[in-house]
């Protein structure tokens, strides 16, 4: 038997002798069994509505309370991530996007033209966007560089638990992840044979697809509780030519 299943039997057992001995001792001292049977058939009686209170609205509410903390704790997880890597990485890809404009027609909005409509819009814009990573624009030097120097920042992200609850976020750090080995493994970048080529540049999209929507999504989480961090980001928005992380008036 396992320990921790050991110790439920153990304390229920224990749990059930000091209820028989306890209605005994009652019994012993008033000698009166109507009494006893009463309160014993009226407290089996309420078990189905305390279950209900217990199980279906008070369990139902505390993991509701602790699935928000954990979602804010993801969230805050997903920002560092983005000021780290994410939004760096998807300014790289980004160059070499041969449909950018789409996506800086949807996503180079002025931060104060942000509105809950037009987040919608633009994911619903997402959509209709087919990226296309020409890896030939890509410095993949530079970028296998980038992605080792945050190897080991990647790597703890990957070992907190919390980021499983988020299932496109988990898939995205597969993929970058995945993206950061396949560059590793190979020695010269400067002169791989086109069907090579045409593996990075799949492993590219498929970072790249999946960060633009991820960071979408995390500029509506900003918005709507940290519009200090929202500003922020907006002036270093990766699809707005004109941002500046500069205030200008």
Not at 56 to 68: A, T
Not at 70 to 85: A, D
Not at 171 to 191: I, K, Y
Request: overall charge negative; charged content about 25%.
């Amino acid at each position: 038997m396992k320990e921790e299943t050991r110790w439920i039997v153990l304390v229920g057992t224990a749990l059930v002798g000091i209820a028989i001995f306890l209605t005994v001792l009652h019994y012993l001292i008033f000698q009166d069994l109507h009494h006893i049977a009463i309160y014993f058939l009226g407290d089996l009686a309420f078990i189905p509505v305390e279950v209900l209170c217990v199980t279906l609205i008070i369990d139902q509410l505390l993991e509701s309370r602790e699935k928000k903390q954990r979602m804010e704790k993801l969230n805050m997880v997903i920002g560092i991530f983005f000021s780290r890597v994410g939004t760096p990485l998807m300014a790289r890809l980004a160059t070499a996007d041969t449909c950018v404009m789409p996506l800086r027609n949807e996503l180079a909005i002025r931060p104060g033209d942000w509105t809950a409509d037009r987040f919608r819009a633009a994911q619903a814009g997402l959509s209709d966007w087919h990226c296309k990573v020409d890896p030939a624009h890509v410095d993949r030097e530079a970028l296998r560089e980038f992605l080792q120097s945050n190897e080991d920042f990647l790597l703890r992200i990957m070992e907190n638990p919390t980021i499983f609850e988020h299932e496109s976020f988990t898939d995205l750090m597969f993929a970058v992840t995945h993206l950061e080995e396949e560059l590793s493994a190979r020695g010269d970048l400067s002169n791989l044979p086109p069907t090579d080529l045409a593996h990075l540049e799949t492993d590219m999209e498929r970072v790249y697809s999946q960060l633009v929507p991820e960071w979408l999504k995390y500029m509506e989480y900003l918005r709507n509780h940290y519009p200090y961090l929202f500003s922020l980001a907006m002036r270093q928005n990766p699809f707005d030519k004109m941002a500046s992380v500069v205030v200008m008036g």
